[in-house]
């Protein structure tokens, strides 16, 4: 298998490479792509070195798959010429994911939509996926009719400058700002860009790409996203109305035998969910659980993952291993 990895030099490029590395994919060539200023650079895969290149050479090469993770603005201009010549894409940015034409998929919960024809497929943004990660197994037992969420989101989220500004804070380093306040000591309200209802883009994408990932269009839900001054890992805190009743031991017993969720629920011994304990980690992690007393059918969660693992990287890789699987390459 031919491979290609746009924006290979980037915070979730870099975890890409750590998990296709142990991956089940029979990689025999792989292709890494970056911008300009980094073309010639060498990057080691499974202890070959290889060189960054240009997304033109790396289409004359025919990759079978390519993982795009190098922002909005080039995928829309690569992304349909790479599936035009027959590339499975897996991209990661925000400018597929609403397409009604593109697959939006977490491979748990929705892989079985993905048919041989669909080209460019969509990687769902990193909070919607350690959410919906939950939110599913659940919906599939008892119906569920509204969702309230407030995020806690890690720097990583924006990229290596809003890393770098965070750390140049705490050492009292002036420096480049990824952020229009300082993020040390501090929590934003604001994540993406706000629009004309108010909400942020990234709490609209996690409305809309909800929605789509289970396949309900009116599912009433509401979200506030925060930037906070951790390194790695998003947190969530989750309200969820059922239909019917339910009750912690049921919520926790249908979690614990979920794919990918791994339950951490016993607040006498301070056993929950936090980032740093999931760091490096694929499996999406859920404490906290218990009854919303203020509502019928309520139920609260803390939901914590590496948004550059399971929120980003791994669920490539994972649609990737589907794809080959399935037979779609070389098939």
């Not at 790479?82 to 991209?91: K, L, N, P, Q, R």
């Not at 989750?238 to 979690?255: D, H, M, T, Y």
Request: hydrophobic share 40%.
């Amino acid at each position: 298998m031919k491979f290609c990895l746009v924006g290979a030099t980037g915070l979730v490029g870099c975890e890409i490479i750590k998990v296709l590395e142990n991956s089940g994919l029979p990689v025999s060539e792989f292709y890494p792509v970056a911008s300009a200023r980094t073309l010639g650079k060498p990057l080691k895969f499974k202890g070959k070195d290889y060189f960054v290149m240009s997304p033109e050479e790396a289409l004359s090469l025919k990759p079978n798959i390519a993982i795009f993770s190098a922002g909005r603005d080039p995928s829309l201009q690569y992304a349909p010429r790479f599936s035009e010549a027959g590339v499975y894409v897996i991209d990661n940015s925000s400018a597929w994911r609403m397409d009604p034409k593109v697959p939006l998929v977490v491979p748990e919960i929705n892989s079985s939509i993905l048919k041989k024809t669909d080209y460019i497929i969509a990687n769902p943004n990193c909070s919607t996926i350690q959410m919906v990660m939950v939110l599913n197994p659940l919906h599939r037992i008892n119906k569920i009719k509204r969702i309230v969420v407030s995020t806690y989101q890690s720097v990583t989220g924006t990229g290596i400058k809003a890393v770098k500004q965070l750390q140049n804070e705490r050492a009292g380093i002036e420096g480049e700002k990824a952020y229009p306040y300082q993020i040390d000591l501090n929590v934003i309200p604001h994540i993406d860009l706000f629009q004309p209802n108010g909400y942020s883009k990234e709490e609209m994408k996690m409305i809309n790409e909800t929605r789509k990932i289970m396949d309900e269009p009116q599912l009433p839900i509401t979200s506030t996203t925060v930037r906070i001054p951790v390194l790695g890992g998003h947190s969530e805190s989750v309200n969820i109305e059922f239909e019917a009743p339910i009750s912690v031991e049921e919520v926790r017993k249908v979690l614990s035998r979920s794919q990918g969720v791994v339950v951490m629920d016993n607040p006498a011994e301070n056993i929950y969910p936090m980032p740093l304990m999931a760091a490096g980690k694929d499996e999406v992690f859920v404490g906290r659980i218990r009854m919303d007393e203020s509502i019928t059918n309520g139920i609260n969660l803390w939901i914590v993952a590496d948004n550059l693992r399971k929120g980003a990287a791994t669920n490539a890789v994972q649609i990737a291993e589907y794809i080959f699987k399935q037979g779609f390459v070389n098939g």
